[in-house]
């Protein structure tokens, strides 16, 4: 597999990079959120003003102008590909398996305060290990599975208030 990004700039225009490409690029690093760029004989400082890493968003200035980013590697990419991903704005009560699998491990239980990006379960499809994590902050209001239950795609495994 190539190793692809795509990047998504204020929600409007995107781009598609490979690993190459990205190397290829003449920066310097000048603090560790400071770089400066030559690209096709232009000089840009760039500057990451914020960035979230569990939803690869990053909130970067250039030059004097401000972009709002998002970085999608080649799994994000394969996984919206099959359909699996969910949309942001989609409040999530309801923790469904993306895939057929067996549950190997449940990190939470009932009652249970979660924030974003927390680790709920582990679910083994197509013999990888998947770690499922809450989508937001919330309260464990139900679990519907147990270690060692196999599961069907879209089989409700943990609800959330």
Known sequence: M????KVKVNDTFEYEFNKEEI????SQQLSASSFHILQNDRS?????????FLKKTYSVKINSNIY????????DLLIEEMGLSLGSAQVMNDIKAPMPGLILDVLVKEGDSVKEGDYLLVLEAMKMENTLTAPG??????????????VEK???LIELE
């Open 2 to 5: 190539e190793n692809k990004y």
């Open 23 to 26: 190397t290829n690029i003449d």
């Open 44 to 52: 840009f400082k760039l500057e990451i003003l914020s960035s979230n």
């Open 68 to 75: 709002e980013v998002n970085i999608s590697n080649e799994l």
């Open 137 to 150: 902050d919330g309260v464990i209001k139900a679990i519907h599975v147990e270690k060692g239950q196999t």
């Open 154 to 156: 879209n089989q409700l």
